[in-house]
Each structure stands twice: as C-alpha cells, then as structure tokens.
C-alpha cells in the first residue's frame, strides 16, 4: 500500500503541505507523484497561556505574605546572594544521563520559547520577526509587575510554531527575509555550511605541544558564519560550542535526508519539505521516546506520552508556567567540564576535559559586541566527539566528566554568570534572573503549583533537606538553607526554586520532580497536537524510525539521540 499522502492546509495553521515519505518502499511508488504547490510560509508568530490562570490571576500570585512587589523582589535578591557559591565550590554530583541530553533539552527549550516584547512596551514597537537573537526581553529591572491579560498581549512567542523546528529551518528557503535565506545553498533544498579552521602551529608552541600530536578534524563541517555571528535561525544555539555543533548535527542530517530522497522527488520544494518533515519527525520520536522519558517523574511515565490527556487540550500557546519554572531544570544540569573529544577528554592530547569556560571561547556568546569582526570557525581540534557525549563509558569518572550533573539548587560556578552574556551586569546571575522572570510573569509558588496539579506538596523538612548547606562568602546568611528559613521561603519557594527541590528531594536529582514533570508533559503533548505536521497528528500515530530512509552506516534505524548523533557525524 502508498504510505504518501498531503497534510491538510487549514486556513489558521500556516503550514505548507507536506509530502509525507517515511520509507525506501514509499519512495519507489513516488516517481510519478506530483507534490503540492507551496501555500506559503510557516506562522511568524504565536502567544503564550497559562495553564492555571486564576493562580495567575491572584493579585498575590508569587508575592511573598506581608510584602508588597518591591518587598518581594528585595527578598529575592538577599536569597540569591545568600546562594553565590563559596571559594571552593561543593562537588559535583553527576547523575548516568548522557551530556549530550543537557543540550538537547536546551536546544529544544530554544524550539519552543523566544519571547519578545515586554510588560513595559508599546506592542507596536516589538521587532520584527526574523533571526531570533539572544537579548533577555526588557523589564526584568522593573520593581512592579503588570496584570496576566497584558502580559499576554505585550509578550509575544517568536517561534510561531513551537516544536516545528522553526529555530533550524526560520522561514524556509522562499523567505524575503535576506538573513534566513543565506542559510540555505541556492538550490533551496540544503543548508550551507562552513569548515572548521586550521589553527597555526604557533598556538601550540605557545602552550608547549607538538601540533603532530594533536587530533584535527581537518575540514570538518561548522556553522557558517557572517562575521562572528552564526548564520543560523536561532542564534542562541550558538551560545556555547556543545549546542552549536549540535544545531550543526540537525543541519547535517537534514542535508543528509535531501541526498536520500532527491533521486525520486527531484530538485524543488517537493524534496525540501519531505525533508523537513522527515528531519522533524525524527527529532518529535527523539522528544517522546528518548529524552522525556529519561528525565519526567515516573508517576508521569505509567503511561506512554502519546497517550497522555493534557491540560488545555491542543494548542501552540505555550504555557508561562513550563517556559519560565518547569523547564528550566537544564541549568542545573550544566556541567564544569566535559569529556569532549580526543584532544580535551579522557586520556586527551591536551587536557583531561574541556572545561565551560572553553567551551564558551568560539560561538557568538564570547563575541557579544563584537559581531561585526573577521569570520571566527571552531578550530577543527575542538570539534566534537559525539561517541564521548553520548555513550555511557565515562559517567561518574571524575577525570572525564562524562554525565549531566544532577537536578538541584548546585551550579556549576561558571554557570551562574554565563560568560558573555551582557546582561548579567544589569540583571544579576541567572538564578536572579530565573526568579524575576517568575515574578513579573506572576508565576505562584511551586506549593501551589503542586496543589494545583494534584501532587503531594513537599513538607518543610523535605524542602530542608533539598536546599543547600553550603556556607556562602556574600549576603547576610550563612547559607542558601538559612536564608530560606529566615525569608519564609520554606512555605512560600518560588516556582523555579521550589521544582528544583522537588527533584532533590523526590529524585535524588535524577529525575524532574511530579509537579515539573507534569506541566511539562501537558505542554509538549499539547503543542504537539497543536500542529497539524507533528508526529502526534499523523494518521494512524505508528510512525516510528524503522519507517524512515535514514539509517546509520549499519542499517540501525536512528531510535534514540546518541543514534541520531553518530549518524549526523558520518562521512
């Protein structure tokens, strides 16, 4: 039987039809096959919700008893300090998840979420849309908040249709948008991509090594560049080196699907949406069947996600609740270093692992101001080892850093202010930032977010328990534990803060707690049965790998992310 058929056009969704090939036996029926004409471009737009809007509705909703909103922002602030991490910062505790999956989450938080505008902007002055830069939203300096129906109305979702991959693919290659369309080659199928550079033997001479010693990755493939600036649709995902090469690896793979399905779609728009879908498809099984179930509560997972019910119903809103608390558990996970590749890692060339501070050194992020100077590639000994990011050999050998660190209020101490990030002068460390944002968006407290999704809220002991002990150099308390107990944060913690501590406490740090979990699994369920091309949306629902043309150099169908990746990194 034909397994090709043409998605509906609806006139609300913005989709371009797709034509949909999911195996080597559809494409020997396809000769003939005539694809749709283009209907037009991806949504350019989108809003944000909340999932529980009469907690966001409470004129209290995240204000602390017996203060008012300057108070409660004051008191932020001293529990952020009392956080800043001592001279010697505690251990890390790394938990048996893969790296990679730290920047596959972040990647796919980039996918769902970029807002724009602000509480304390005209709507008519928000940017236009096009490359998505990396600028915080304005107003996390204000000591006020405004209502829930104006924060919706003045902060808008950039990503028009979240979870589509529209941070690789922007407005597709037919884009008046000059900067989108120079990320695609001129036959409109394939993205471009640049070479790594050859670095002198005079910079390894200057730190006492013989450059014959060293592995290069000579000409390997890089984001091209437009000065410093990475021409790519999402420039946050250039934000350090592990989540640049892996936006480079979705680039790959999909110019690797255009090679597979051109003998018999052709040159044209036809071969670049069914690669598109195709890409898009393998990324959603990686979502729901890889990543999410490694890390959600297990009281989440009794059943599979695709079966899950979620709050709200379908819809590309996406929640404040999931993109301002939930999910931003990925900072915690971020690691001190890293066993990167064969030059920087286990038994490397040069250092035993690649520390965050490098790996911050070639991507936009370290070039922030200063965009507009000579192109800037990754010197090819510091391109990527999938292999090491991705299997399990070196989790939990302290000479190789090889796994996530695990979910709690612990930072890696580069973490906290992010280097190159201009803002942080402005706004505080990310923890600060990560508490504001909850405020002004009127986020409620994690007890009562808890309550509200029907999970058990976590007792003071419990929350004791999770909070750190560590004594701390700045601030008027001796700890982050003491500091909460004095700030009556024990009853009343921060969606953020209080999420963190939930997994702490009900996870060991392995796992996202219930509450997280369960908003996040309402979420991407929901935005996936919001768009008429996703994986929940298609007729039958029994897609899987083994139906696509893409395999690995075995024939292994690509069924989890280290299978993806490896792929993407053959020649």
Not at 234 to 241: A, E, F, I, V
Not at 300 to 323: D, H, I, K, Y
Not at 353 to 359: M, R
């Amino acid at each position: 039987m034909r397994r090709i058929r043409i998605f509906p056009n609806p006139s609300d969704s913005g989709h371009i039809p797709m034509v949909l090939i999911r195996s080597a036996h559809d494409l020997s029926e396809s000769a003939s096959f005539t694809p749709p004409p283009v209907a037009g471009p991806p949504r350019l737009r989108s809003q944000y919700r909340y999932l529980f809007p009469d907690l966001a509705d409470d004129p209290m909703a995240g204000c602390f008893a017996g203060t008012d909103e300057a108070g409660t922002i004051a008191r932020l602030k001293e529990f952020e300090e009392a956080t800043r991490l001592p001279l010697t910062p505690p251990a890390a505790l790394l938990m048996r998840l893969p790296a990679a999956y730290t920047y596959f989450g972040q990647f796919l938080n980039h996918d769902i979420s970029a807002p724009i505008g602000g509480i304390v902007e005209d709507p008519e002055a928000i940017p236009p849309a096009g490359v998505i830069g990396t600028a915080d939203p304005p107003g996390l300096g204000k000591t006020w908040r405004a209502d829930r129906a104006t924060i919706l109305a003045r902060i808008l979702n950039e990503q028009g249709n979240p979870l589509m991959l529209a941070s690789l693919y922007g407005d597709w290659p037919d884009t008046d948008d000059p900067d989108i369309a120079a990320l695609y080659k001129a036959d409109g199928m394939r993205f471009r991509l640049a070479r790594t550079a050859v670095p002198s033997k005079q910079e390894f001479s200057d730190i006492d090594l013989d450059p014959e010693t060293i592995i290069h990755a000579t000409g390997a493939p890089d984001l091209p560049r437009r000065g410093r600036a990475a021409l790519i649709a999402d420039r946050r995902n250039d934000g350090n080196l592990i989540l640049s090469q892996l936006h480079l690896a979705f680039l790959r793979v999909h110019n690797r699907a255009v090679a597979a399905l051109q003998p018999k779609l052709g040159r044209g728009p036809a071969c670049f949406r069914a690669a598109r879908q195709l890409v898009t498809w393998h990324y959603h099984w990686l979502i729901l069947n890889d990543f999410l179930p490694r890390l959600l509560s297990r009281s989440v997972l009794r059943r599979p996600l695709s079966e899950w019910q979620p709050r709200g119903g379908a819809s590309r809103a996406v929640p404040m609740e999931f993109t301002t608390a939930a999910f931003r558990f990925g900072h915690s996970m971020v690691g001190r270093a890293y066993d990167f590749n064969a030059n920087f890692g286990v038994g490397g060339r040069i250092a035993r692992a690649a520390s965050l501070t490098e790996l911050f050194r070639f991507t936009s992020a370290q070039n922030m101001g200063h965009l507009d100077g000579p192109a800037r590639q990754v010197p090819d000994h510091w391109v990527i080892d999938w292999d090491r990011m991705t299997s399990g050999r070196n989790l939990g050998r302290r000479s190789g850093h090889g796994g996530a660190e695990r979910i709690d209020l612990s930072f890696a101490p580069d973490m906290l202010n992010v280097a190159g990030d201009a803002t942080v002068a402005e706004h505080g460390s990310i923890l600060f930032r990560n508490l504001l944002r909850g405020f002004h968006r009127r986020i409620p407290f994690g007890q009562k977010l808890a309550e509200a999704c029907g999970v058990p809220v976590l007792d003071r002991d419990q929350l004791r328990a999770a909070l750190p002990r560590h004594v701390s150099p700045s601030g008027d308390f001796p700890s982050p534990l003491a500091a909460a107990e004095a700030l009556g944060m024990l009853e009343e913690m921060p969606a953020w803060l209080y999420m963190l501590c939930e997994s702490k406490a009900l996870e060991r740090g392995a796992r996202v707690g219930p509450t997280a979990s369960r908003i996040i699994a309402d979420t991407i369920v929901g935005l996936m049965l919001g768009e008429d091309g996703s994986l929940l949306r298609q007729e039958g629902g029994d897609w899987h790998p083994r139906d696509s043309i893409l395999r690995d150099r075995n024939g292994q169908a690509l069924e989890t992310l280290r299978g993806f990746l490896l792929f993407s990194a053959e020649d």
